[in-house]
């Protein structure tokens, strides 16, 4: 594990296995967390297409059969539209709580040509969403962080429920390290995008920090298994580090 907090990739099986630059430099403001996070993704801060053409790779390699996924979070799925191109996928449902997001999530999927079943509600809690539908592959990204530890086992819980035999879960997430205090997290995390998300402002740097210490409640790679493992999962494997150590 890199030096630095970590965001990364884990897939979860379901036999019993957890699979678990600048050319033009531009200095920006933003009004929202929301706006700092798409800016964010926008300039590849935090490894999206290097995430999402692991998740491809992954799934080429696993599935050789048509598959039914499950993206929880899926916001506009513009990545995962495009990481699913060329796969044998057969349905896609997306959870997201944003009308506005589904709807750009639909014009995305149409353009990959991919049968679509979009809802809105909380992706966290998504049982009552699905009813007895189970998925070969769920996708979760950047948002198990955000939950308290007691959320995050219910979460597991309910992807094992709604995962078929020898499914996956792939999940890419904020991590801290091992027995990391959440104040040292924190700090780090701060000073990581101080010193190198070169588009973000002072007073943008200011709201990323405020939103940090509201919201942020990270595992590290082993409290996370552990959580996995309280839900009926076995084994993790790591599927992608990027070169920073932050993102996997």
Not at 174 to 203: C, F, G, M, Q
């Amino acid at each position: 594990m890199a030096d630095e907090h970590t965001h990364q990739i884990r897939q979860f099986q379901n036999n019993g296995h957890i699979a678990t630059t600048h050319p033009n430099m531009k200095v920006l403001s933003f009004h929202s967390k929301e706006a700092i996070y798409h800016h964010a993704i926008e300039e590849n801060y935090m490894a999206h297409h290097e995430i999402h053409t692991a998740i491809r790779q992954h799934i080429n390699t696993v599935y050789d059969k048509p598959f039914s996924l499950l993206d929880l979070g899926c916001g506009n799925a513009n990545f995962t539209s495009k990481s699913l191109q060329p796969t044998l996928i057969k349905t896609y449902t997306g959870i997201d709580q944003s009308a506005e997001a589904l709807q750009a999530a639909q014009q995305n999927l149409d353009q990959a040509n991919i049968t679509a079943q979009l809802i809105q509600g909380d992706h966290t809690a998504f049982h009552s969403l699905v009813g007895d539908q189970k998925f070969r592959v769920m996708i979760v990204g950047f948002s198990l962080y955000l939950l308290p530890k007691e959320e995050k086992i219910r979460f597991f819980t309910e992807c094992k429920a709604h995962l078929r035999k020898r499914g996956r879960v792939l999940v890419y997430d904020v991590i801290r390290r091992h027995h990391e205090e959440r104040d040292d997290y924190l700090k780090r995390y701060y000073k990581h995008a101080a010193d190198n998300w070169p588009t973000l402002n002072s007073k943008a740097l200011e709201q990323l920090a405020e939103h940090i210490n509201m919201s942020d409640h990270p595992e590290s790679l082993e409290s996370l298994t552990d959580i996995a493992r309280q839900a009926g999962f076995k084994r993790a494997e790591l599927l992608y580090v990027d070169s920073s150590g932050f993102h996997q």
